[in-house]
């Protein structure tokens, strides 16, 4: 945490983290929090992400079906040109993380 308060709006996070086997860092802001639809938007601020692509924002959900509770993330961005791919990788990111989320509270 570089500055406020984890679950409020406003919060700067920094992470450290490896995509495509390199050790990149990003900084982004919480931009968003909707309890009623269990909604948080990250949006990128800084870091190696933003060399690839002009803005960047994650946005995560939960949704309820049955008895069930599924997790939605969403990417949105801006290629700096055309040739630049989806970012899909970086989707494998944060399901490495979410993955040892779970590991980790499980303890």
């Known amino acids: 945490m570089v ?3 984890w679950s409020v709006p406003g919060a700067v996070i920094q992470w450290h983290y490896y995509h495509d086997g390199k050790k990149e860092t990003a900084k982004e802001i919480i931009e968003e929090i909707d309890d009623e639809l269990h909604k948080i938007v990250f949006k990128m601020i800084e870091g190696d992400i933003l060399e690839v692509y002009n803005s960047i924002s994650f946005t ?3 949704k309820d079906v049955g008895d069930k509770k599924f997790v939605i993330w969403t ?4 290629k700096a040109n ?3 791919l989806d970012p899909t990788s970086y989707l494998d990111v944060v399901c490495g993380i979410v993955g040892n989320m779970d590991s980790h509270f499980l303890r």
């Not at 990417?75 to 801006?78: A, D, K, L, T, V």
């Open 3 to 5: 500055s406020g308060e």
């Open 60 to 62: 995560f959900m939960t």
């Open 75 to 78: 990417i949105e961005f801006e």
């Open 82 to 84: 055309a040739s630049i």
